[in-house]
């Protein structure tokens, strides 16, 4: 049974809610609708009311306990269970465990004759018993309005309907009302007129052939809510409203880095490669091997084991595995133990809206850890570029919300200035990578720098990007006296310069070889002198060693001729003159 | 406020082609408790059905503040309602059948005038 949940107060209390357990829409309106109060929901035909409401009761009675009455005006119970059979919901199930009630209203308009007063009290009894029977907390009229093509006496309805959500308040239930829209106006009747808690507007809109449906609280009375146009889907799991618009610049900024994988570009980012939670913007021409580097990307985080995922909105998973294959690159392992996924789709399948919310929702299913989304461009063929850049914000503002390392790739047009990026998104990114084509002498040769990395030391040099057998080898371009080159020209630049070294270092030798014979020369040139020397000084030091014997002999001569001459002079007075007379005598000889 | 079956003699003025003898209005009145207009509609009705259909109608009334889950039977949601569930096709009147002329109508005793 129901309290009344209306009773006096003491002191404002702030307006109580109630969960939906809608993805999303609890978040733009913090807490869900007005709890014990009637909501109503207004949107044309197919714009996915009567689902909303029947969600609200499915998950009011499988999450929160919160048992639901489903009166519908227009789908008989049968039909309204099989239409919600293929979002999963069992209602026959729920029906069974007392926690749903279906309880059809059909009103033949032809049967009904009017004759006098009457009042709604037949539908109030009905629906009271039907709340009570299973203790209901939550009640959906679907669509109430058809009371008004059923009855003829429009004031008598007004005035049952005002007594109904006054009733529907003091049975203290939350009520969601579903309303079709009117011309100029949010129902077809003015129903809002009676319910002025909160209004939302349900509404599908085509643009460019391409349908997106989008959410908005009109009016939510007490209490602040997003007041955007929330994008919404409707797939196999249900609804769910993605409060993507609702971020702002509030996101942390990690400072762990993740490797590109690609070694020497890790090195060009100061070693360290990227900043975990950052952006990065892959622009180049076409077939410069953007999706390349998306590949590596990818490989480098499963190979460390995070979960990645990749947008492709060009080529098939297949596609892509066989091509990565011809690199080196095995993605089919790591799609194979569930580290990574693929969603491929055509930009035109759907609108942006849609696209963002389909990316979120699979993000939000998956949660990996990096993103790659190949290419941002094909987003122009559904959007202008004022919508795609608006719808990347968004995206990009979600990524990093979520700590999420995202790369992108986007193609620009061979005419337009390659820095000028087509969706205008550079200045969103913390890192732009730039890989062009450069033509020169008759090749075309890939050529890669970094055009900014927000909080990274990076190179500010152009590598040559070779693709190889081994995925992507950055090369240093030959920047020399000759320029910038690339290709076979810096090949061959390499093998002149290659040559001209070899020809310096003969050259170099050659001298060296030449200066050890000098010194081998003149070393040889020392030792003969110094032979010669020791020649001359040997024949001099001979030559005066035989004069000193010549004049000793000469003495010792005198002295034995002056001996035998008797002389009878002193010995040291004859020794003196000795030499003299001995002068005088060898010349008297 | 049960009321029981009225059955009277057959009358021996001209009735409506598509009754046989054995044939007679099975009427049922709902009502939500006994509220001012429930008592008027059922005073009207017999007031219709005596004069009209004297001797060939049952009228069952049902309260639905006493039996809610009635209300889905006969889908009904104004209060009061009667149903003609015989002769078939079923037909329906909403208000206190204070309108004769749309009652006899509404119930086909009377040809819709145009």
Not at chain 1, 115 to 127: I, N, Q, V, W
Not at chain 1, 307 to 315: D, P, Q
Not at chain 1, 466 to 481: E, H, M, P, R
Not at chain 1, 565 to 587: I, P, T, W
């Amino acid at each position: 049974m129901t309290t009344n949940s209306r009773r006096p107060r003491s002191k404002p209390a702030a307006l109580q809610k109630e969960r939906t357990g809608i993805p999303g829409f609890d978040e733009i309106t913090k807490g869900g609708v007005p709890k014990g109060r009637p909501t109503l929901i207004c949107g044309s035909a197919g714009a996915g009311k009567t689902l909303f409401a029947m969600e609200f009761l499915v998950r009011g009675a499988t999450i929160y306990n919160a048992p639901g009455v489903f009166m519908s005006f227009e789908e008989s119970s049968e039909e309204l269970a099989t239409n919600v059979a293929s979002l999963g919901f069992d209602l026959n199930q729920l029906i069974e465990d007392k926690k749903l009630v279906l309880d059809y209203v059909f009103i033949e308009r032809s049967e009904i004759e009017e004759t006098g007063e009457y009042d709604l009290e037949g539908l109030f009894l009905r629906l009271g018993h039907a709340i009570d029977s299973i203790g209901a907390k939550r009640v959906v009229l679907d669509t109430l309005e058809a009371l008004f093509s059923a009855l003829p006496n429009e004031a008598i309805i007004r005035a049952e309907l005002r007594r109904l959500f006054r009733w529907l308040k003091e049975k203290g239930v939350t009520a969601l009302i579903t309303c079709e829209r009117g011309e100029g106006r949010l129902t077809r009747y003015g129903l809002e007129e009676y319910v002025a808690d909160c209004v939302i507007l349900l509404d599908n809109r085509v643009q460019n052939q391409i349908s997106t449906r989008r959410m908005r609280i009109v009016k939510y009375r007490g209490t602040s809510h997003g007041t955007n146009e929330y994008p919404f889907l409707i797939d196999e799991k249900g609804f769910s409203v993605l409060p993507i618009t609702s971020l702002g610049l509030s996101h942390k900024a990690p400072t762990e880095h993740v490797s590109t994988g690609i070694v020497r570009l890790d090195n060009m980012l100061d070693g360290k490669g990227l900043y975990r939670g950052s952006s990065i913007l892959v622009s180049g021409t076409a077939g410069t091997g953007k999706s390349t580097i998306g590949s590596h990307f990818i490989n480098a985080a499963c190979t460390r084991g995070e979960r990645a995922l990749f947008f492709a909105f060009e080529e098939s998973q297949d596609q892509i595995i066989r091509n990565m294959r011809s690199i080196g690159i095995d993605l089919e392992k790591h799609l194979r133990k569930g580290l990574l996924k693929f969603h491929n789709a055509r930009p035109s399948s759907w609108g942006l809206e849609v696209h963002l919310a389909m990316i979120h929702k699979t993000i939000s299913d998956f949660s990996p850890l990096v993103v790659v989304i190949d290419p941002i461009t094909n987003f122009l063929a559904v959007g202008d570029r004022t919508e795609t850049k608006a719808m990347l914000t968004r995206l990009i503002d979600f990524l990093k919300s979520r700590e999420i390392t995202a790369m992108f790739t986007s193609l620009t047009s061979g005419g337009n200035d390659l820095e000028d990026s087509e969706v205008d998104v550079s200045s969103l990114m913390d890192t732009w990578l730039l890989v062009k084509n450069i033509e020169t002498n008759g090749e075309r040769n890939r050529g890669l720098y970094i055009l900014k990395a927000r909080g990274i030391a990076h190179s500010n040099q152009v590598r040559e990007f070779l693709l190889t057998d081994n995925g992507i080898q950055l090369v240093d371009a030959y920047i020399g006296s000759e320029g910038v080159l690339m290709g076979s020209a810096r090949s061959s630049q390499v093998a002149r310069e290659k040559a001209a070294d070899a020809d310096r270092k003969f050259a170099m030798e050659r001298k060296q070889r030449e200066l050890q014979r000098k010194q081998e020369l003149y070393e040889a040139q020392l030792i003969a002198l110094k032979g010669q020397y020791e020649t001359e000084r040997d024949a001099i030091l001979r030559e005066l060693e035989q004069e000193k014997e010549r004049q000793q002999e000469a003495a010792e001569q005198r002295l034995a001729i002056a001996r035998l001459r008797r002389a009878d002079n002193g010995e040291v007075q004859l020794e003196d003159n000795g030499a003299r007379k001995s002068r005088k005598g060898a010349v008297a000889r | 406020m049960k009321t029981p079956a009225k059955k009277s003699r057959r009358p021996s003025n001209g009735q409506p082609p598509e009754i046989d003898g054995d044939a007679r209005w099975n009427l049922r009145l709902y009502v939500a408790g006994q509220t001012p207009r429930s008592l008027t509609a059922f005073k009207n009705l017999k007031e219709i059905c005596e004069e009209y259909l004297k001797g060939q109608y049952h009228i069952e009334v049902i309260d639905l503040m006493e039996n809610p889950t009635l209300a889905r039977g006969d889908q009904i949601l104004a209060i009061p309602t009667l149903v003609r569930k015989l002769p078939q096709p079923i037909r329906k009147i909403i208000g206190d059948l204070s309108n004769t002329e749309r009652v006899l109508v509404g119930l086909d005793i009377q040809p819709r005038s145009n």
